[in-house]
C-alpha cells in the first residue's frame, strides 16, 4: 500500500540550511506537499509541487523531487528559530482525494 | 474567512462516555476528513466524505461514526471511548477540482480518555 517515511529529528544552528527529506510509494501521485505544524496548531499548507517538475522555489523554500527515486525534500535556507515545528511531507492518490501524510520531521533550531 | 472551525478544543471523557467532535468550514469544499495523529505515528485518516450524504471508511475507522448533511459540516462521534482514543483529531477540507492545492486543516481538538 502507499506509504511515506521521514525522520524524526533534524537539528540545525540558527543561519544555516535544512534539508528535510521524505520518500514515498505510490509512483503515481499526481501533487506532493509540505505542510507546517507549530506547537498547538493545526497543519498549514508550506508548498507543492506537482509531479512532472524537478524544482519548485518559493522565498527561502526549495522543494526537489526525484521520481525515479520517490524521494522529495524541503530545504530552508537561512533557517530561523521561527521555523522550529514539524513539517509533514504528503502524497496525493491518484483518482481519489486522499493524501497520505508522512510520520512528520520535527525541526528544532538553536541559536 | 474561518476556514476549518473545530470545536472544542480540549477534551476531556471518561471510558464509555460517548461525544461528539464538531467541524464546519465556509470554503464550500467537496471534500472533508478526519485525522488522529498520535506521536511517532504521523496522520490517520478516520473516515471522509466527498459531498453531502456520502461518507467512507479510512484507515482507522472503529470507534468513530460520521455524518454528512450539509456541506459545510462533518462532525465526529465517539460511540463509547476507550483510552486508546486519546489523541489529536484535525479535521481538513479541499477543494475536488483540479488542481488540487492541498487541505485546510483545523486547529485541532486534543482529547484525553481517562
Known amino acids: 500500500g502507499e506509504d511515506v517515511e521521514q525522520s524524526l529529528f533534524l537539528s540545525v544552528r540558527e543561519g544555516d540550511s535544512s534539508v528535510i527529506n521524505c520518500t514515498y510509494t505510490?509512483?503515481?501521485?499526481?501533487?506532493l506537499y509540505w505542510y507546517k505544524q507549530e506547537p498547538g496548531a493545526g497543519l498549514q499548507l508550506l508548498t507543492y509541487i506537482f509531479s512532472n517538475m524537478d524544482m519548485k522555489q518559493d522565498q527561502r523554500l526549495t522543494v526537489l523531487l526525484n521520481k525515479k527515486d520517490k524521494h522529495l525534500s524541503l530545504r530552508i535556507a537561512d533557517t530561523q528559530t521561527g521555523d522550529s515545528a514539524i513539517y509533514f511531507c504528503?502524497?496525493?492518490?491518484?483518482?481519489?482525494?486522499?493524501?497520505?501524510f508522512g510520520t512528520g520531521t520535527r525541526l528544532q533550531v538553536f541559536p | 474567512n474561518a476556514g476549518v472551525t473545530q470545536t472544542p478544543k480540549f477534551q476531556v471523557l471518561k471510558t464509555g462516555q460517548s461525544m461528539t467532535l464538531q467541524c464546519a468550514q465556509d470554503m464550500n469544499h467537496e471534500y472533508m476528513s478526519w485525522y488522529r495523529q498520535d506521536p511517532g505515528m504521523g496522520l490517520r485518516l478516520i473516515h471522509y466524505s466527498v459531498g453531502a450524504g456520502i461518507t467512507d471508511q479510512g484507515e482507522v475507522p472503529n470507534g468513530y461514526n460520521v455524518s454528512r448533511s450539509t456541506t459545510e459540516d462533518f462532525p465526529l462521534r465517539l460511540l463509547s471511548a476507550a483510552p486508546s482514543q486519546t489523541s489529536v483529531y484535525f479535521c481538513a477540507s479541499s477543494t475536488r477540482t483540479v488542481p488540487n492545492y492541498g487541505y485546510t486543516f483545523g486547529s485541532g481538538t486534543r482529547l484525553t480518555v481517562v
Open positions: 505510490d509512483s503515481s501521485s499526481t501533487y
Open positions: 504528503a502524497e496525493s492518490i491518484k483518482n481519489t482525494d486522499k493524501l497520505i
